[in-house]
């Protein structure tokens, strides 16, 4: 039986690998796969808030506010405040950011190809069904303090 470890070492090597080829892909056009990550959830929905963004993108608010600042910088993003929370921003693609995503698609498409050429669709569906339930699972475990044990109504078990 393949054991949790395996799976996580599995995973890490997995995004890690994916990673790097993303950032050799789009080094020469000088753009990060964290950047391409931004780009691409804008333009699916444009407009929403950096906190948001850092969700969706499953980033820390530091790593992502270094990012959209460097976007920015370049005219590729834009920051507002939002209207009615002061204390958020929404964040736009610029005609700019929305051609350089659009390069930088191009780009890393065949690396995109690659991966999904090593299954069959239905392989592919149920993969990212599984991703999603570690992805959902382990945020889960972040809501609770990051305990892997299960809630109890027990406060001798819950400590």
């Avoid at 890690?16 to 931004?38: D, K, P, Y």
């Avoid at 009615?84 to 350089?100: I, S």
Wanted: with cysteine.
């Amino acid at each position: 039986m393949t054991s949790g470890h395996e799976i996580a070492m599995g995973l890490r090597a997995a995004y890690w690998s994916m990673h790097r080829q993303t950032n050799a892909h789009l080094a020469s056009l000088g753009a990060t796969a964290e950047q391409f990550v931004v780009l691409a959830l804008l333009v699916e929905e444009d407009g929403i808030t950096q906190q948001e963004l850092g969700r969706r993108a499953t980033s820390d608010p530091n790593t992502i506010r270094a990012v959209l600042v460097l976007l920015e910088k370049r005219g590729l993003v834009s920051r507002r405040p939002h209207p009615t929370d002061g204390r958020a921003h929404c964040v736009t693609l610029t005609r700019k950011g929305r051609q350089a995503y659009e390069k930088w698609q191009a780009r890393i498409e065949p690396l995109q190809n690659r991966l999904r050429d090593l299954f069959l669709s239905d392989e592919a569906a149920e993969l990212v069904g599984f991703l999603h339930g570690i992805s959902e699972s382990m945020a889960e475990l972040n809501k609770r303090g990051g305990s892997d044990r299960p809630v109890t109504s027990d406060p001798a078990v819950d400590g």
